[in-house]
């Protein structure tokens, strides 16, 4: 690689960034008009054409407030946790095999799982150092439910991995060019998009800031500046894992406009549940991920070990 190719792709990072985070603004969005039609009201609609721009002044009203914290926090941790995951939930973006090669490599699903595990330590440290007993009871939830999913979650992975015996996200898109994935491992992707949901502390799994026993969970002493950070890392964790089931399950495809469809319908299936589906209870969440997903992904990995053993 030259000097040419490694400006090529920091330009292409940088721009790839900076479309995320505008997809994730309008996002919201769409989420507010979902809602809003789900609950039979009408969602923004007063800042400019249909609350367009809507997104934009709450970024600006974020912002601008004043950032406000614990006289106890440890206040380097507290004021560098959500910086720290929102740079994590963006970094992921790179992996995704675009027309551009930004950083494709062999050990890419790996990498993958490496970067998903790290993301509770931010949940969990922005917890602690903010001193306060709800953000800590939030903390452990969130890591509870983090280490319980991401099992069932690594599995469905390496099922794929054995499956395609590679462990590069490219080659998912070239063995799904003539049949999808989802057709014949429906169970594993709606296993998978189930752990996703937990994973990224959506509903009817965001216990990790449940307002009814919590208040806000772990981000209850943030304000302005760091609320909007961990706002926009929780909203770009969501459209990444839909574009992650899309490239798994859906036939990839990212060189077209039916890619980036598909990956808004699936977004759409997380505000859909969202809007659906009550929160459910602590003790069920933990028996549905270890009596239920554990074992189908499981028993997936085994018979496609076993499969590759025998015939192939």
Same mark, same amino acid.
């Given at each position: 690689?030259?000097i040419?190719e490694?400006?090529i792709?920091? @330009?292409?990072m940088t721009?790839?960034?900076? =479309?995320?985070?505008?997809?994730?603004?309008?996002?919201?969005?769409?989420?507010?008009?979902?809602?809003?039609? @789900?609950? @039979?009201?009408?969602?923004?609609? =007063?800042?400019g054409?249909a609350?367009?721009?809507q997104?934009f002044?709450?970024?600006?009203?974020l912002?601008?407030k004043?950032?406000v914290?614990p006289?106890l926090?440890?206040?380097? +941790? !507290?004021?560098? +946790?959500?910086?720290?995951?929102?740079f994590?939930?963006?970094?992921?973006?790179?992996l995704i095999?675009?027309?551009l090669?930004?950083?494709?490599?062999?050990?890419?699903f790996?990498?993958?799982?490496?970067?998903?595990? =790290?993301?509770?330590?931010?949940?969990? @440290?922005?917890?602690?150092?903010?001193?306060?007993?709800?953000?800590?009871l939030?903390?452990?939830r969130g890591l509870?439910?983090?280490i319980s999913?991401? =099992?069932?979650?690594?599995?469905? !992975?390496?099922?794929? $991995?054995v499956?395609?015996?590679?462990y590069?996200?490219m080659?998912?898109?070239?063995?799904?060019?003539?049949?999808? !994935?989802?057709? !014949?491992l429906?169970?594993?992707?709606?296993?998978?998009f189930?752990? $996703?949901?937990?994973?990224?502390?959506?509903?009817?799994f965001?216990?990790?800031?449940?307002?009814?026993?919590?208040?806000?969970?772990?981000n209850?002493?943030?304000?302005?500046?760091?609320?909007?950070?961990?706002?926009?890392?929780e909203y770009?964790?969501?459209?990444?894992?839909?574009?992650i089931f899309?490239?798994?399950?859906?036939?990839?495809?990212?060189?077209?406009i039916?890619?980036f469809?598909?990956?808004?319908?699936?977004?759409?299936?997380?505000?859909?549940?969202?809007?659906?589906?009550?929160?459910?209870?602590y003790?069920?969440?933990?028996?549905?991920?270890?009596?239920?997903?554990l074992?189908?992904s499981?028993?997936?990995?085994?018979?496609?070990c076993?499969?590759?053993?025998?015939?192939?």
């Amino acid at each position: 690689m030259n000097i040419k190719e490694v400006y090529i792709s920091i @330009i292409s990072m940088t721009l790839l960034l900076v =479309v995320v985070l505008l997809s994730v603004a309008f996002f919201t969005l769409l989420e507010r008009k979902i809602l809003g039609y @789900i609950q @039979i009201r009408k969602g923004p609609n =007063v800042v400019g054409l249909a609350g367009v721009v809507q997104p934009f002044n709450d970024a600006i009203k974020l912002f601008n407030k004043e950032f406000v914290f614990p006289y106890l926090s440890n206040f380097l +941790m !507290f004021f560098f +946790m959500p910086m720290f995951s929102l740079f994590l939930s963006l970094f992921g973006w790179m992996l995704i095999p675009y027309c551009l090669i930004l950083i494709n490599f062999k050990l890419s699903f790996m990498f993958l799982l490496s970067c998903l595990s =790290v993301g509770v330590y931010f949940i969990v @440290i922005s917890s602690w150092s903010s001193n306060s007993n709800y953000a800590k009871l939030g903390g452990l939830r969130g890591l509870a439910q983090t280490i319980s999913y991401e =099992v069932s979650l690594a599995l469905i !992975f390496m099922s794929l $991995m054995v499956l395609i015996m590679d462990y590069s996200l490219m080659n998912l898109i070239v063995f799904q060019n003539y049949i999808w !994935f989802l057709i !014949f491992l429906f169970p594993l992707a709606i296993c998978l998009f189930s752990s $996703m949901l937990a994973e990224v502390n959506r509903a009817p799994f965001d216990f990790v800031e449940g307002e009814s026993e919590l208040v806000s969970g772990f981000n209850i002493e943030y304000s302005s500046g760091g609320f909007a950070l961990i706002f926009l890392g929780e909203y770009s964790s969501i459209l990444f894992m839909s574009m992650i089931f899309v490239v798994m399950f859906l036939g990839g495809g990212v060189w077209g406009i039916w890619f980036f469809i598909k990956t808004m319908l699936v977004s759409f299936g997380f505000v859909w549940v969202r809007g659906t589906l009550p929160r459910y209870r602590y003790d069920k969440l933990m028996y549905l991920a270890w009596k239920i997903y554990l074992p189908v992904s499981l028993n997936y990995l085994m018979f496609f070990c076993c499969y590759l053993y025998l015939f192939m």
